[in-house]
């Protein structure tokens, strides 16, 4: 296509990695499981998507087609260079199921059942009571759901369910939460990170908080030893600046909710150890393309495997 422009819609091996299990079962993390109150051998995270195809389209674009001036962005501190992203789902509000025929009539207005910007927000900061509500929202209504942030359920959880493992982390809990607020995550994970937190690097969108995969255009691509905890692993080409499909975006938001970002907003305080390696255990078996569409080739359907 014209000016460099490319479209993929087909069958792509499904990239995401996670042991939803363990997210899902208050943090239950395999390879830490003998430090958990209730021990139990380490093991091995569980891919639950391991085996698994997805539908896939893909979009490469020029950069002048995404920014709001139609610039091409050269200064990573110009705002101008930082976009946002999310994307919706919706169905039709009446299904009609006719069990003879086995006909399924669709019927009424569309209406929104989901939404994804930044991954695992709705898994692991809002709260189960609140998910249904969340998906149902615009991005720019997310101030309704602050305080999930500011003083997530699972940060709390941590010190409880691995006793001991992370000390620094229970003493900044000990005070009142309105006194301690993960000023933090809501840069990373609401704002966008503004200039000076981090050196020669931003992504903020302004003080709206809304939840949105932001990307610094001006910043290339890490050709040479990309690290998959992106930022966290000194690599601003990576997640939360974007997401690139091999993006360890599980152990990047586990080690920020146990506080390893903590000290953007407050360098005296020293993250515990067990922070820097936090994770769930799990990788990709399929490696990325380094072309586009860049998500691994589709497992076929007479043998594949799952965890």
């Avoid at 025929?101 to 939404?115: K, T």
């Amino acid at each position: 296509m014209e000016g460099g422009r490319k479209v993929f819609a087909g069958q792509r091996e499904e990239a995401f990695f996670v042991d939803l299990g363990a997210i899902f079962d208050l943090g239950t993390l395999r390879p830490f499981q003998n430090l958990h109150l209730i021990p139990t051998p380490a093991a091995d995270g569980v891919d639950a998507t391991k085996g698994f195809n997805v539908h896939t389209i893909a979009l490469q674009v020029p950069k002048t087609e995404l920014t709001r001036d139609d610039s091409e962005p050269t200064d990573p501190m110009n705002p101008s260079s930082v976009i946002g992203i999310w994307a919706t789902a919706s169905r039709q509000r009446a299904s009609v199921r006719e069990p003879k025929r086995g006909a399924v009539r669709l019927a009424g207005p569309w209406v929104q059942v989901s939404r994804l910007g930044m991954p695992l927000i709705n898994e692991v900061i809002i709260p189960l009571g609140n998910k249904d509500r969340w998906n149902a929202s615009e991005p720019e209504d997310d101030e309704q759901f602050l305080r999930y942030y500011l003083d997530p359920e699972l940060q709390n959880l941590l010190p409880v369910l691995y006793p001991g493992v992370f000390p620094n982390l229970a003493a900044l809990l000990g005070a009142p939460p309105a006194s301690r607020p993960r000023n933090d995550l809501l840069a990373i994970l609401l704002t966008g990170i503004p200039a000076g937190l981090i050196p020669e690097f931003q992504n903020f969108t302004g003080s709206t908080p809304a939840d949105m995969l932001r990307l610094n255009l001006a910043i290339p691509p890490t050709t040479v030893d990309p690290s998959p905890l992106g930022i966290l692993g000194d690599d601003l080409g990576g997640f939360p600046n974007g997401r690139r499909v091999f993006d360890d975006v599980v152990a990047i938001e586990l080690r920020a909710i146990a506080g390893l970002t903590y000290p953007l907003i407050d360098p005296t305080f020293t993250p515990d150890s067990a922070a820097a390696v936090l994770a769930d255990g799990t990788a990709n078996d399929v490696p990325p393309l380094r072309d586009f569409p860049y998500i691994g080739h589709p497992h076929e359907g007479y043998e594949h495997e799952h965890d």
